[in-house]
């Protein structure tokens, strides 16, 4: 039997690859160094199971790719927005001094400056997959140093989009770095892609995914995703740029929309194949023997790294005003080099190295700092306590950090499934009530109205198990079925009650005919539409009656608690109508967007009056900030957008007053 020695090689690595996976996660560890050693146990430099071709490096780098443009949905300026000043510039500062006093020591090696600049950037940046999901195990995300971490490690990341995009340049073919004159015409030419890809792509891409999501097909969805991802790395790396940049541009743009979270569950498989097949590669370089001929200096470098690291990031962040407890957790948490540190190794060229085993022990310096560092993020709390214990004075009391953990404020969320009216109404007890909620819905002009009112509504289909655990699946306090359609309410509680048996899950259907099944698939209560107006209409006429108001209400708690029973046993009659699926009530919400030319410029709320016209201003859109029930003395500006709730008739009589002004009254006196 003669084996196919390409497909031999693909069965050889998918089996390894899984086996260490595996491994790694039952000890709780992070997937990246099982990948990164299963490159280097098959590699040419192991067993030499796997040959380091074009072939594999072409796939590998588009994980990269993947990598950038979700990124790139993690930075939409709304994001961006959120990120306090502070954290920025305790950011930047951090990144300079860890990757200056890291240039430093790399130049009194010998080694060349832009060689000792670049690796100074590489090792100071930290890894967010690691953080991100280790202190989300560990309950510390909510945390003061789990927040302060999460922010900083993003707006380190980042930075690794122009260090993607010039350390071509930068390093140069010979390791001696380009002339400053060219590597200020890359800046500036990748400054005027930035700009021109933003300005166009925003236009096409929201023209392009609205056509599509009216379409409703997953897999053109999907399609389109990867068109767009694609096309936008095609087009940088046609001028000359990296193709990382492209990605990480149509991230962005795609990141603002309603479309992100379908987004990012559609691309994540392909982004997580392709990069453990990056990580696979980036093994397949390193050199095992280098251990036995340099095992020492590898060992030193990972205490130097981790200790710069430790040390830089307590002290920039007390000199920044953070507490002690907060700076040296902090610090214990982005200790490792992260996984773009591993992604730019790929970038540097043989000869830019003084000795060729040199990149291995970088190489091994950084995955060495990521096993040791996924120990400092878990037990960053003891060793806190530990330094504390140390160095505290005499009688001083450990702070109240050492309490279990609180709640991420995500926890408290609420999921609703479906926007229509149920899902709007629920929207509105819960804003009333303070609690936060996240909405899904496959109908484009209601996200896009919702999403414009300031309303957390995504375009999302929420059968999809990886998109409901994107929007919080796993921390949400309650999810809500508030579809018509029973079948995708059955194949919603299918998929999340096997990965959370702990979460309530209301069900709203239309009648009781699949009251039973709902209940055996999970559901923690089903509200059939027509029992609840059967309850509602009894409860009404019997206080008409004068039966007292606690008998009422205990008779309705009595047969809710026997699941509606009473109200089943009735006689159907065959020839019943099919129920209509038009409400009986039109109200409904507009956004209603003010022109520089408009009449209502200028004018305050209540000058407008629309309240005449039967209308409810719910909420007033201004420069991205949403105020909702905004005072009647709110003077108001061109770009405004006022949300108004009521009839369609009274709607459109309110836009002709705000657009056109109040219309004068035809004189009916003879002339």
């Given at each position: 039997?003669?084996?196919?020695?390409?497909?031999?090689?693909?069965?050889?690595?998918?089996?390894?690859?899984?086996?260490?996976?595996?491994?790694?996660?039952r000890?709780?560890?992070?997937?990246?160094?099982?990948?990164?050693?299963?490159?280097?146990?098959?590699?040419?430099?192991?067993?030499?199971?796997?040959?380091?071709?074009?072939?594999?490096?072409?796939?590998?780098?588009?994980?990269?790719i993947l990598?950038?443009?979700?990124?790139?949905?993690?930075?939409?300026?709304?994001?961006?927005?959120e990120?306090?000043?502070?954290?920025?510039?305790?950011?930047?500062?951090?990144?300079?001094?860890?990757?200056?006093l890291?240039?430093?020591?790399?130049?009194?090696?010998?080694?060349?400056?832009?060689?000792?600049v670049?690796?100074?950037?590489?090792?100071?940046?930290?890894?967010?997959?690691?953080v991100?999901?280790?202190?989300?195990?560990?309950?510390?995300?909510?945390?003061?140093?789990?927040?302060?971490?999460?922010?900083?490690?993003?707006?380190?990341?980042?930075?690794?989009?122009?260090?993607?995009?010039?350390?071509?340049?930068?390093?140069?073919?010979?390791?001696?770095?380009?002339?400053?004159?060219?590597?200020?015409?890359?800046?500036?030419?990748?400054?005027?892609?930035?700009?021109?890809?933003?300005?166009?792509?925003?236009?096409?891409?929201?023209?392009?995914?609205?056509?599509?999501?009216?379409?409703?097909?997953?897999?053109?969805?999907?399609?389109?995703?990867?068109?767009?991802?694609?096309?936008?790395?095609?087009v940088?790396?046609?001028?000359?740029?990296?193709?990382?940049?492209?990605?990480f541009?149509?991230?962005?743009?795609?990141?603002?929309?309603?479309?992100?979270?379908?987004?990012?569950?559609?691309?994540?498989?392909?982004?997580?194949?392709?990069?453990?097949?990056?990580?696979?590669?980036?093994?397949?370089?390193?050199?095992?023997?280098?251990?036995?001929?340099?095992?020492?200096?590898?060992?030193?470098?990972?205490?130097?790294?981790?200790?710069?690291?430790?040390l830089?990031?307590?002290?920039?962040?007390?000199?920044?005003?953070?507490?002690?407890?907060?700076?040296?957790?902090?610090?214990?948490?982005?200790?490792?080099?992260?996984?773009?540190?591993?992604?730019?190794?790929?970038?540097?060229?043989?000869?830019?190295?003084?000795?060729?085993n040199?990149?291995?022990?970088v190489?091994?310096?950084?995955?060495g700092?990521?096993?040791?560092?996924?120990?400092?993020?878990?037990?960053?709390?003891?060793?806190?306590?530990?330094?504390?214990?140390?160095s505290?004075?005499?009688?001083?009391?450990?702070?109240?950090?050492?309490?279990?953990p609180?709640?991420?404020?995500?926890?408290?969320?609420?999921?609703?499934?479906?926007?229509?009216?149920v899902?709007?109404?629920?929207?509105?007890?819960l804003?009333?009530?303070?609690?936060?909620?996240?909405?899904?819905?496959?109908?484009?002009a209601?996200?896009?109205?919702?999403?414009?009112?300031?309303?957390?509504?995504?375009?999302?289909?929420?059968?999809?198990?990886?998109?409901?655990?994107?929007?919080?699946?796993?921390?949400?306090?309650?999810?809500?079925?508030?579809?018509?359609?029973v079948?995708?309410?059955?194949?919603?509680?299918?998929?999340?009650?096997?990965?959370?048996?702990?979460?309530?899950?209301?069900?709203?259907?239309?009648?009781?005919?699949?009251?039973?099944?709902?209940?055996?698939?999970?559901?923690?209560?089903v509200?059939p539409?027509?029992?609840?107006?059967?309850?509602?209409?009894?409860?009404?006429?019997?206080?008409?009656?004068?039966?007292?108001?606690?008998?009422?209400?205990?008779?309705?708690?009595?047969?809710?608690?026997?699941?509606?029973?009473?109200?089943?046993?009735?006689?159907?009659?065959?020839?019943?109508?099919?129920?209509?699926?038009?409400?009986?009530?039109?109200?409904?919400?507009?956004?209603?967007?003010?022109?520089?030319?408009?009449?209502?410029?200028?004018?305050?709320?209540?000058?407008?009056?629309?309240?005449?016209?039967?209308?409810?201003?719910t909420?007033?859109?201004?420069?991205?900030?949403?105020?909702?029930?905004?005072?009647?003395?709110?003077?108001?500006?061109p770009?405004d957008?006022?949300?108004?709730?009521?009839?369609?008739?009274?709607l459109?009589?309110?836009?002709?007053?705000?657009?056109?002004?109040?219309?004068?009254?035809?004189?009916?006196?003879?002339?």
């Amino acid at each position: 039997m003669i084996f196919n020695p390409v497909l031999l090689s693909l069965v050889v690595l998918l089996a390894v690859a899984v086996t260490l996976s595996a491994v790694f996660r039952r000890l709780t560890l992070p997937l990246i160094p099982a990948y990164v050693l299963a490159g280097i146990l098959l590699g040419p430099h192991g067993l030499a199971w796997l040959a380091d071709t074009a072939d594999v490096r072409t796939f590998a780098h588009w994980g990269v790719i993947l990598l950038l443009f979700t990124l790139g949905l993690e930075f939409s300026p709304t994001r961006l927005r959120e990120i306090r000043k502070n954290s920025l510039i305790l950011s930047l500062a951090l990144i300079g001094v860890q990757a200056g006093l890291g240039c430093i020591l790399i130049r009194i090696l010998g080694w060349s400056w832009p060689l000792a600049v670049f690796l100074g950037f590489v090792l100071s940046l930290s890894s967010t997959v690691l953080v991100a999901r280790q202190l989300s195990e560990q309950n510390e995300l909510a945390l003061p140093h789990g927040r302060l971490t999460l922010a900083l490690s993003l707006l380190q990341d980042l930075l690794a989009v122009p260090l993607f995009m010039l350390a071509p340049v930068w390093l140069g073919h010979h390791g001696i770095g380009e002339s400053w004159g060219t590597f200020a015409g890359v800046l500036a030419r990748g400054t005027l892609v930035v700009v021109f890809l933003w300005i166009v792509g925003r236009g096409v891409v929201d023209r392009l995914f609205r056509e599509v999501a009216k379409r409703k097909a997953a897999e053109l969805f999907t399609l389109s995703v990867l068109l767009v991802t694609v096309t936008a790395a095609m087009v940088t790396q046609s001028i000359g740029m990296s193709a990382v940049l492209g990605a990480f541009l149509a991230g962005m743009i795609l990141g603002g929309t309603e479309f992100r979270h379908q987004v990012e569950a559609d691309i994540r498989p392909f982004r997580d194949v392709l990069l453990g097949l990056f990580f696979v590669s980036i093994g397949m370089l390193f050199n095992p023997t280098v251990l036995i001929q340099y095992g020492g200096l590898v060992a030193v470098g990972i205490a130097i790294v981790l200790t710069i690291k430790i040390l830089t990031t307590a002290g920039v962040s007390r000199m920044m005003g953070r507490d002690r407890e907060t700076a040296w957790r902090a610090a214990f948490v982005l200790s490792p080099v992260g996984e773009f540190g591993l992604a730019l190794m790929a970038f540097v060229p043989l000869s830019v190295w003084p000795d060729r085993n040199d990149g291995e022990v970088v190489l091994g310096i950084i995955i060495g700092s990521l096993l040791v560092g996924t120990f400092l993020i878990r037990f960053n709390r003891s060793l806190f306590r530990w330094l504390h214990v140390r160095s505290a004075p005499a009688g001083e009391q450990l702070s109240e950090v050492f309490a279990p953990p609180v709640p991420a404020a995500f926890r408290d969320q609420v999921i609703l499934c479906g926007y229509g009216r149920v899902g709007q109404n629920l929207a509105r007890f819960l804003e009333q009530n303070g609690i936060p909620f996240v909405a899904l819905d496959l109908d484009l002009a209601r996200v896009r109205a919702a999403h414009q009112a300031g309303d957390p509504v995504y375009y999302g289909d929420a059968t999809d198990l990886s998109l409901l655990e994107g929007v919080g699946l796993m921390y949400a306090r309650a999810l809500v079925i508030a579809y018509q359609d029973v079948q995708v309410s059955m194949e919603i509680l299918s998929r999340v009650r096997p990965v959370r048996a702990d979460i309530p899950i209301l069900v709203r259907t239309l009648d009781d005919m699949h009251l039973a099944e709902l209940q055996r698939l999970g559901a923690t209560e089903v509200i059939p539409e027509t029992l609840e107006a059967s309850l509602m209409l009894a409860a009404t006429l019997l206080h008409v009656l004068g039966v007292p108001l606690s008998r009422i209400f205990h008779q309705i708690q009595r047969v809710r608690a026997a699941r509606y029973s009473l109200l089943r046993s009735v006689f159907r009659s065959g020839e019943a109508p099919v129920r209509s699926t038009v409400h009986a009530f039109r109200e409904e919400l507009r956004n209603i967007i003010l022109s520089p030319d408009a009449a209502a410029i200028g004018q305050t709320l209540e000058e407008m009056a629309l309240s005449e016209l039967g209308c409810v201003i719910t909420a007033l859109r201004r420069e991205g900030i949403v105020g909702k029930q905004p005072a009647p003395g709110t003077e108001l500006r061109p770009g405004d957008t006022l949300v108004l709730y009521g009839t369609p008739e009274d709607l459109d009589r309110a836009e002709t007053r705000l657009i056109e002004g109040v219309r004068p009254v035809p004189s009916t006196m003879p002339g």
